[in-house]
């Protein structure tokens, strides 16, 4: 006789994982993403030198993750109980896991880009006090970067764990999110650390970094349409709560931003500008810039569209 | 009156208001000590529930929560469909046929709330197996309350944490009583006791009726039960 009898209201009120959240996963992704692609070229390559590219994911990594964590701490019910998500663990937890990864990989990442920006620290008096700290720590750059490589792949895929654990969900709770939140990640972080390695630290557009990030960009987007195409299918032939959620992605204002926001700038974008538009423009600057900025905004809606599509559609 | 046989079983059960003692006062002579572990189990009969809202008041009252704050609400349901006659009295607009649900935690054995919390305040009572919260552990990360399929949390507007039905655990239960809800309840609605106990009035009660678990196929094993109002005519 199970399913005879169901309930519909609940005792709390609206979607339990507002947008900080959402902009949490956005910021996680990015610093993980960016630091990631930087050390995998750094490894592969075997680059002893601060490369620009290798300045701007440190920069980006950093900055992101403090905002990240800003916008965790502020989204609790009450922030002043932060410490105790910090002094009492349960192994059990997805969360609990990624607070141990993230008090690990947050001091190494600001390690991490110390080394990277020395140069920069040294023309700047007023960060003169850092030089002793960085000539201290100079033997144990090389761990530092192995270890925080596989901290940064880590964050960005806990944050798919965290909220593919909500059984309740089936948008979310599938395994694939991970895999297409580290994708979505290393493409954006890449993005973000491209534009600004060229911005701020005046990186050839042409240079050989730029190149192999220019090669990888394709393939990771293509992950990650196969895994959003994945979830799509799984839910279209899944039982009747996910068929039932299939329709986050043709109803509702929710759809618009997975259309136009998701697939329109974030896959449409970076593909238009680089090749429905002629030689000149798509190696313009202009076509540079604005396609990074697809990546990045259409990964930010994904972020939105898991988290609010997702809750809003429960079995 | 079933109300009063099982708060004479409970209180006998719980010694002098410890409910430490509880599985060891429980055993009777033929049951072993490991299936002595209680499982303590609601049950809501549809059929006597008029929605007067008295167990609402009473869990308010007994928990020190806030104003218009209660861990259980009434959910009314109809089978009329709008715009049709009703199957009742026949009218195509009518209030007569109403029947309740109670909405609250369903204190799940395997309990996704208690897994993805964080910092274990979401945990389980290590002697009666119930749900329940230790508010000076959580964080307010909210975790819980994604996680929940029953959307049975929310958060204590006085206190900033999470918090649900835990059978009156830390109010009632630990004085020896019944849970207040089931207390107030004037018409036999709610039913609470032991299921591993086959002497308990719970237990005889499932027995003879057909009681139904909200989602069971989520697999959270809840422990509330649930005996719907049969449906009449149509
Ligand atoms: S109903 Fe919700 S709050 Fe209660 S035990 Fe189950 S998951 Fe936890
Ligand atoms: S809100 Fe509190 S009880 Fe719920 S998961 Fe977070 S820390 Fe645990």
């Known amino acids: 006789m199970d399913g005879t009898l169901e309930f519909t209201m609940g005792l709390s009120e609206g979607v339990a994982w507002p947008w900080p959240i959402a902009v949490y996963l956005f910021f996680a992704g990015i610093s993980g993403g960016a630091l990631s692609v930087a050390l995998f070229i750094r490894f592969y390559k075997q680059q002893s030198a601060n490369t620009p590219f290798l300045k701007a994911s440190a920069l980006i990594a950093f900055v992101t993750i403090a905002l990240g964590m800003l916008c965790l701490v502020l989204d609790l019910t009450n922030p002043l109980f932060f410490w105790r998500i910090l002094v009492y663990y349960n192994l059990n937890s997805v969360m609990s896991v990624g607070v141990i990864a993230l008090s690990a990989y947050i001091p190494l990442v600001a390690l991490i880009a110390l080394f990277a920006l020395e140069e920069e620290i040294r023309r700047l008096p007023m960060l003169a006090p850092l030089l002793p700290l960085i000539d201290k720590l100079r033997p144990w750059r090389r761990s530092g970067e192995a270890l925080v490589l596989v901290l940064a792949l880590a964050v960005c895929a806990y944050t798919g764990f965290l909220i593919s654990a909500l059984i309740r969900f089936p948008i979310i709770n599938t395994s694939v999110l991970p895999a297409l939140f580290v994708a979505s990640g290393l493409s954006a972080g890449a993005a973000a650390a491209k534009m600004l390695a060229v911005g701020l630290f005046k990186e050839d557009r042409h240079s050989s970094d730029m190149q192999i990030l220019h090669g990888a960009e394709w393939p990771i987007m293509f992950a990650e349409a196969l895994f959003l195409f994945m979830i799509i299918m799984s839910l279209v032939t899944g039982n009747a709560g996910a068929q039932s959620a299939f329709e986050a992605f043709h109803t509702g204002s929710w759809s618009m931003v997975f259309w136009l926001g998701v697939v329109g700038v974030g896959f449409g974008g970076p593909l238009l500008l680089n090749f429905a538009t002629g030689e000149r423009f798509s190696h313009s600057s202009q076509a540079f810039y604005l396609s990074g900025l697809c990546a990045v905004s259409g990964m930010m809606c994904l972020r939105m569209f898991i988290l609010y599509a997702g809750q809003n559609f429960a079995i | ?234």
Request: charged letters at 20%; glycine letters at 6%.
């Open chain 2, 1 to 234: 009156m079933s109300e009063n046989i099982e708060r004479r079983r409970f209180l006998k059960c719980l010694g002098a208001g410890s409910l430490m003692l509880a599985p060891l006062g429980c055993s009777v002579k033929e049951q072993t000590a490991q299936d002595a572990a209680p499982h303590y189990v609601m049950v809501f009969d549809q059929n006597k529930c008029v929605g007067c809202g008295g167990c609402k008041e009473a869990c308010n009252k007994a928990n020190n929560l806030p104003e218009g704050r209660s861990r259980v609400v009434l959910e009314q349901q109809s089978s009329a469909v709008a715009g049709q006659a009703c199957p009742h009295c026949g009218k195509t607009d009518c209030d007569c046929q109403r029947k309740y649900v109670r909405v609250s935690c369903q204190q799940c054995q395997n309990a996704p709330c208690v897994s993805v919390c964080p910092t274990g305040a979401a945990h389980r009572d290590p002697k009666t197996g119930i749900v329940t919260m230790d508010a000076s552990k959580c964080a307010g990360c909210k975790y819980c309350i994604a996680a929940c399929p029953y959307n049975a949390r929310y958060i204590n507007s006085e206190t900033d944490v999470a918090d649900n039905c835990d059978f009156c655990l830390q109010s009632k239960l630990a004085k020896g009583e019944l849970p207040a809800c089931v207390q107030e309840c004037r018409y036999d609605a709610l039913v609470f006791g032991d299921a591993n106990d086959p002497n308990s009035y719970v237990s005889r009660l499932l027995a003879v009726k057909d009681s139904v678990r909200v989602k069971a196929h989520l697999g959270t094993e809840p422990s509330l039960r649930y005996i719907p109002i049969v449906k009449l005519g149509v």
